[in-house]
């Protein structure tokens, strides 16, 4: 297209376009994928609006069609989703949603070339990929419920266009003029083999143009209907990958069918890695809400958001399909499934914990965010502190449980040490006095740390006690001080107080050094030293 309004790319975009179009290169295909997945999504959120704006009401058989045109060397995906205005066009075609070039670069660098098409998933950047096989891009879009339709142009290298447009009906049109050497993208038999790898379990018809007609593509089942002996590794791991934007294996994968009160299928996965910038944002679980096969949502917060790394479709045929926004805040349907899932995954997580090698790698990647219910869901809060893996001065990693079993004759206290750095930790000189004692400390190093053990207070009918405050406790353990070490600390230590003055609110003698000549202790009942520094970092 010529004329319109030229826009630049924003300086992220520029670089991204490079990134993407050759770190990808040895596995082009998969702008396809990212091309229909865009479709799909559009008609889902569609469908969805037009529940509660009838002027966005979708057209009878709605689909993704692929049509190529070997003579015009033109591939045109198109939909008959929301579409996008103006504006969208510029906004989501134009600037960086989510993260970082520079992080998306510093990524792309990590992974093997066979690992890289998923990142662009996790990186929102799906787009993008078209001029991977495209020296010219056209989009032609239709917002739903607006009769005005806009073409944004590009080449990929530092701006577009847009000028008004026309199209019938909303939706959008993507149009590929492909490159020399992209040729294989135009033959219909090669385009059905992708959207069969890639595509076939969207729920939307994809149909791909040839001999004069529109050919079904995808089989559109519901991979999660079908009894679990026809389905393969391979499906459930390509489907894993679809719902979640990882590319990865899951460390579990959970498929069962509930009946009786309430009445969902589910199909959920644990990944088997952390997914680059996981979580610390969006604290709500992701987890995709169908209601008899159709996509309803994704933001129901089916799980509590310390199960937020669970990916996954949760499909119920006990609510209507033209479920709203405010009806599934109200409805007590989704209690219930929130209930029944959350409960199926602990127990999992019970299961798998037996494996203790494989459960420390899933502990590894998630254990921080699932120590964030011991702080903030007292419902859970008992199993999820039993769930836990701590690193300890005497076990390597331990359970509570185990520590609490290991315990000293005449120990009441289950103690721990928190601290950023894993690596000093456990040199501090805090533990010195517990190391010549022989009891156990657990080392905690995680920002959250800091927060759940007061929350939990106790376990096993054993408070937890950070080492920094227990001072006073390590005396049961020692002899007292003879009365040569006593005469001496009665000079030294009025003038260490003298030469301190109001900086300590106390000095005194202690049998918890063994190496070192002091240690700064909190005063017995205020907030634990690490928790202290955390918070004037914070400005409380
Ligand atoms: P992501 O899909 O992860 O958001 P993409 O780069 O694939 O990232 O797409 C960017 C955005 O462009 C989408 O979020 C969506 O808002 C918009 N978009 C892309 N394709 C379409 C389409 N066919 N219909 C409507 N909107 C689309
Ligand atoms: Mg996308």
């Given at each position: 297209?010529?004329?319109?309004?030229?826009?630049?790319?924003?300086?992220?975009?520029?670089?991204?376009?490079?990134?993407?179009?050759?770190?990808?290169?040895?596995?082009?295909?998969?702008?396809?994928?990212?091309?229909?997945?865009?479709?799909?999504?559009?008609?889902?959120?569609?469908?969805?609006?037009?529940?509660?704006?009838?002027?966005?009401?979708?057209?009878?058989?709605?689909?993704?069609?692929?049509?190529?045109?070997?003579?015009?060397?033109?591939?045109?995906?198109?939909?008959?989703?929301?579409?996008?205005?103006?504006?969208?066009?510029a906004?989501?075609?134009?600037?960086?949603?989510?993260?970082?070039?520079?992080?998306?670069?510093?990524?792309?660098?990590?992974?093997?070339?066979?690992?890289?098409?998923?990142?662009?998933?996790?990186?929102?950047?799906?787009?993008?990929?078209?001029?991977?096989?495209?020296?010219?891009?056209?989009?032609?879009?239709?917002?739903?419920?607006?009769?005005e339709?806009?073409?944004?142009?590009?080449?990929?290298?530092?701006?577009?266009?847009?000028?008004?447009?026309?199209?019938?009906?909303?939706?959008?049109d993507?149009?590929?003029?492909?490159?020399?050497?992209?040729?294989?993208?135009?033959?219909a038999?090669?385009?059905?083999?992708?959207?069969?790898?890639?595509?076939d379990?969207?729920?939307?018809?994809?149909?791909?143009?040839?001999?004069?007609?529109?050919?079904?593509?995808?089989?559109?089942?519901?991979?999660?209907?079908?009894?679990?002996?026809?389905?393969?590794?391979?499906?459930?791991?390509?489907?894993?990958r679809?719902?979640?934007?990882?590319?990865?294996?899951?460390?579990?994968?959970?498929?069962?069918?509930?009946?009786?009160?309430?009445?969902?299928?589910?199909?959920?996965?644990?990944?088997?890695?952390?997914?680059?910038?996981?979580?610390?944002?969006?604290?709500?679980?992701?987890?995709?809400?169908?209601?008899?096969?159709?996509?309803?949502?994704?933001?129901a917060?089916?799980?509590?958001?310390?199960?937020?790394?669970?990916?996954?479709?949760?499909?119920?045929?006990?609510?209507?399909?033209?479920?709203?926004?405010?009806?599934?805040?109200?409805?007590?349907?989704?209690?219930?499934?929130?209930?029944?899932?959350?409960?199926?995954?602990?127990?999992?997580?019970?299961?798998?914990?037996?494996?203790?090698?494989?459960?420390a790698?899933?502990?590894?990647?998630?254990?921080?965010?699932?120590?964030?219910?011991i702080?903030?869901?007292?419902?859970?809060?008992?199993?999820?502190?039993?769930?836990?893996?701590?690193?300890?001065?005497?076990?390597?990693?331990?359970?509570?449980?185990d520590?609490?079993?290991?315990?000293?004759?005449?120990?009441?206290?289950?103690?721990?040490?928190?601290?950023?750095?894993?690596?000093?930790?456990?040199?501090?000189?805090?533990?010195?006095?517990?190391?010549?004692?022989?009891?156990?400390?657990?080392?905690?190093?995680?920002?959250?740390?800091?927060?759940?053990?007061?929350?939990?207070?106790?376990?096993?009918?054993?408070?937890?006690?950070?080492?920094?405050?227990?001072?006073?406790?390590?005396?049961?353990?020692?002899?007292?001080?003879?009365?040569?070490?006593?005469?001496?600390?009665?000079?030294?230590?009025?003038?260490?107080?003298?030469?301190?003055?109001?900086?300590?609110?106390?000095?005194?003698?202690?049998?918890?050094?063994?190496?070192?000549?002091?240690?700064?202790?909190?005063?017995?009942?205020?907030?634990?030293?690490?928790l202290?520094?955390?918070?004037?970092?914070?400005?409380?």
């Amino acid at each position: 297209a010529t004329g319109g309004e030229e826009h630049a790319f924003s300086a992220e975009v520029g670089r991204l376009l490079d990134l993407v179009v050759h770190a990808l290169y040895s596995e082009r295909e998969i702008f396809l994928r990212e091309l229909v997945a865009n479709a799909a999504d559009a008609t889902d959120r569609r469908r969805f609006e037009a529940l509660t704006d009838a002027a966005q009401a979708l057209p009878e058989g709605a689909k993704v069609r692929i049509e190529p045109d070997k003579d015009a060397r033109r591939l045109t995906i198109s939909d008959d989703g929301a579409g996008m205005s103006k504006d969208e066009l510029a906004r989501n075609l134009g600037t960086i949603a989510r993260s970082g070039t520079r992080a998306f670069g510093e990524e792309l660098a990590k992974h093997k070339p066979e690992e890289r098409s998923g990142l662009i998933g996790q990186f929102g950047v799906g787009f993008y990929a078209a001029f991977m096989v495209a020296e010219h891009v056209d989009v032609v879009s239709r917002r739903a419920g607006t009769d005005e339709a806009w073409r944004w142009s590009s080449d990929g290298k530092g701006s577009f266009t847009l000028s008004p447009a026309t199209r019938e009906q909303p939706g959008t049109d993507i149009i590929l003029y492909m490159k020399e050497d992209a040729d294989e993208f135009l033959d219909a038999w090669r385009l059905e083999a992708i959207v069969r790898k890639w595509a076939d379990h969207i729920a939307w018809p994809i149909t791909i143009h040839s001999d004069g007609e529109d050919k079904a593509a995808n089989a559109g089942t519901a991979l999660w209907r079908k009894p679990r002996s026809e389905v393969t590794e391979e499906q459930l791991t390509e489907f894993y990958r679809h719902v979640s934007h990882n590319f990865d294996t899951p460390w579990a994968t959970l498929h069962w069918h509930a009946e009786g009160t309430i009445d969902f299928t589910a199909l959920l996965f644990i990944p088997g890695s952390r997914p680059f910038e996981f979580g610390e944002q969006v604290r709500e679980s992701r987890v995709r809400l169908h209601v008899r096969r159709m996509f309803i949502t994704d933001d129901a917060a089916l799980l509590p958001p310390w199960l937020r790394f669970v990916q996954g479709v949760v499909d119920t045929e006990d609510l209507p399909l033209n479920v709203s926004r405010e009806m599934l805040q109200a409805t007590p349907v989704l209690q219930r499934i929130r209930k029944a899932v959350t409960n199926r995954v602990l127990n999992e997580l019970r299961n798998r914990a037996k494996d203790a090698e494989s459960y420390a790698g899933f502990w590894d990647n998630f254990g921080p965010v699932v120590k964030e219910g011991i702080w903030d869901d007292a419902e859970y809060r008992t199993d999820l502190a039993g769930l836990a893996r701590f690193p300890s001065t005497e076990e390597g990693w331990t359970t509570l449980a185990d520590y609490v079993a290991r315990m000293k004759d005449g120990q009441e206290a289950i103690y721990y040490l928190t601290g950023d750095n894993p690596d000093t930790l456990p040199a501090s000189a805090q533990l010195e006095g517990f190391k010549a004692r022989g009891i156990e400390v657990l080392l905690l190093t995680d920002p959250v740390d800091s927060f759940w053990p007061d929350r939990l207070g106790t376990f096993e009918g054993k408070s937890l006690r950070s080492v920094s405050q227990s001072h006073a406790d390590l005396e049961k353990f020692e002899a007292p001080l003879s009365e040569g070490e006593k005469a001496e600390l009665d000079t030294l230590l009025p003038a260490l107080k003298d030469a301190l003055g109001d900086a300590v609110s106390e000095v005194r003698g202690s049998t918890r050094l063994v190496s070192s000549a002091v240690v700064l202790a909190s005063a017995g009942q205020g907030p634990d030293l690490q928790l202290q520094r955390l918070l004037r970092r914070s400005g409380q």
